[in-house]
Every structure is written in C-alpha cells, then in structure tokens.
C-alpha cells in the first residue's frame, strides 16, 4: 500500500513503471542527453544558445510523464498534433508552451523573426566584395539538399517528405522549419528536431571532414585582404531591396522568409540604432531561446520512437554531410580557378550554418597557420549560402506544394 501511495505522489516515476520498458529506456536515455546537451552547450562544444534550452526541455519533458487518465499517458507542455480549434482553444488554458508553439511555431512565424535577427547580423558586403567565389561555393555547398532528394524518394518518402528533409543539408534551421511546414506539417516535428540536433553538431563532425579532404599545406595557405573592395552602405541597401524583390517575385512562397531575411540587411545598413537593438538582441535572442526549449520538449520519447524519425536521421545527417563535402569540392575547384590563391578550406561555409561554418573554417585555418584570415571570405560564402537554400526552398515549395 505505502509502495501504491508513493508512486501516486511521484507520477514521473510511477509512468517509468507502468510504461512498456522500451518507452522508460527511451525516456531515461533522453532525459540524459538532454543533460548531456546542457552540459555540452555550457562548455563550447555544442551552441549554446540552442543546446541549453533544447537540452533542459528534452530533459524536463520526458520527467514530466504523468497520467492524464487512468489508461494515458502525457505531459502539460504542449500537444504538437492537435487541430481541432474547440479543442486547442481548452488545450491552450493548460498546456504552458500551447500558446507560443501554436502561435509562432506551426505558422511559421518563428523562423521568419530568426531569419530578421539573422539579417541584422549579416554584413552582405563580404558577398558584394566577391560574388563569384561566394556564389560558386554557396552553390556547392547545397549538393546534400539536392542529392538527397531522390535518395529519400527511394526510401519510400513521398517528394514533398523528401524535399523537407532533404532541405536539412542547407544547414539553415528556419529555413528547414519553414520548408517543412509548407510541404510536409506532418512532419514537422521530427524534421525540426533532426535539422537542429546535426546544426549543432557541425561543430564536431566538420573540422574531421576538412581535414580529410584538405591538404595541410592548401589550408595553411593565407588570402589577400588588401584587395577586397569597399561597398557602401547605399550599395547594401540596394542589393537587398533588388534581390528580394526579384526572389519575391519568382518565388512567392518562400516570401515570408526572404522579406524577413534582407529587410534584417537593410535595417543594418540603415543604421537604424533603435531597431537593430530590438532585433539583434531581444527579438533573435528571445525567438532562438524560445526556439531552442520548445524542440527540446517536442523531443518526447513518444516522438523520438516514431520509426520515421530514424529515416529522417540518416537522411538529415546524409545531406549535412555531402553538402559539407560539396561545399570542400566548390574551395578546391575555387583554388585552382584563381591561381591557387584561394584557400579551400572557405569553402565548408558554403554550407549555410551562419556564422558556425565561418567559425569553423577559421578555427581550422588558425590551426594550422595561425596568420591566415579567411573570416571576410568565409562570411561571404556563409551569407550567399543563406540565399541559394532559400532559393533552393522556394523552388521545391513552388514544384511540390
């Protein structure tokens, strides 16, 4: 009886007990990487700014296991999957997360104030400064999002799912959510949680694969910086009104996210004080926080054991590696097409990751010759690689919606 009585007061534990044991493995082990991510994000390994949050949600969630009903099972963060209005209007008054997930998550909104934040944050003269090189790599830089399109078709996805999550090898986080609540809402959820598991790990995997596939002496090689060109501030903003108005109008439903992302460029180079202090630090901090909790609650084991998850997994991390791959192809290609006076290794952020593949490329580079820069290169790349995976995804939501 004292037994009965003790795990009615300690639900989290009396659902472990009641469960089947492969749901209580699963929760356990997630409640452990949830804490491993935490621990990771404090230490530099993993983003913080995403892994913390993400990590104490994924942890919290799968503890917070109650009975809703003598024979159900659930938690009081959020119900991803519900539709019916009367029901998410008495869903809302409960679950604490409902409102900011169904308001900024399932409509998009979310990745669109990362994607201002992001703008803000990009300096679009690095690609001004050198088209050509930023470009050609960007371009590389996308052979996971293409090449794994038909891969997943072959594992049995329909082409809206494989272009979803094939989107992941972009890098670009909003970009993936945006992609897949367009194409694929039914899988958003596993999809969300996929892109921004491997995002963080680009951290980890990349460096391995640079030096793989670079030479020593070709990443030791420094650039010329003396040569970049000078652009003006009026040569930003009319880059940016240009380019998104001509996105826009080839690509109408990849709108929001292409507004979102130079009107953040323009308002940076407009130097508008009080509205890059509201987006570069309350609005991009608040959104990637809320950002990084929320899929870390959707990390439920319930979730994680949908046997299309591990599909999505392989796939996902299948097409962050060949862009990766890619993106080193389009450095070398780079190296020799300029005389080699191109160092290679800029050519990692390619893949769209902003600014993480910069960092990564730089962090390498130092490594091995710590009087190269190739951040300004880097950057440019980073940022052209924003917009050939919003171009990519537009072009997928225009062919498939």
Known sequence: MLDFEVLQ?????????????????ARVVLMLMGIAFVYLGYKGILEALIMIPMGLGMAAVNASVLFLAPDKTGTIFLDPLITDPAALVNIIQVNWLQPIYTMSFSNGLIACLVFIGIGVLC??????????????????GELGSVAV??????FGMTPQEAAATAIVGGADGPMVLFTSLILSPHL????????????????????????????KKMAALPMDLSKMPKITPLQ????????????????????????SFFVGIIIREAGVKPYIELLESTILYSSTFFLGLILGVLCEANTILDPRVLKIL??????LMVSGVGGLIGGILMYYISGKKYNPVVGIAGVSCTPTTSKVAQKYVA?????????PFALGCNVSGVITTAILAGIYCALLK
């Open 367 to 375: 490594k091995v010759n710590p009087r190269a820069m190739i951040m």
């Open 123 to 140: 300096d679009i003269g690095y690609v001004l400064a050198r088209p050509f090189s930023s470009m050609f790599i960007a371009l590389w």
């Open 236 to 259: 930003k903003i009319m880059f940016a009104v240009i380019a998104c108005t001509i996105l826009c109008l080839l690509f109408p439903v990849a709108g929001p996210l292409f507004s």
């Open 149 to 154: 399109f038909p891969l997943a078709i072959a």
């Open 9 to 25: 007061l300690f639900q989290g534990i009396a659902t472990l007990v009641a469960q089947d044991p492969i749901h209580a493995i």
């Open 188 to 215: 958003f959820v596993p999809i969300g949680i996929v892109a921004y598991l491997y995002l963080s790990l680009c951290y980890g995997l990349y460096p391995y694969l640079i030096k793989a596939m670079i030479p």
């Open 314 to 319: 392989v796939l996902g991390s299948t097409a």
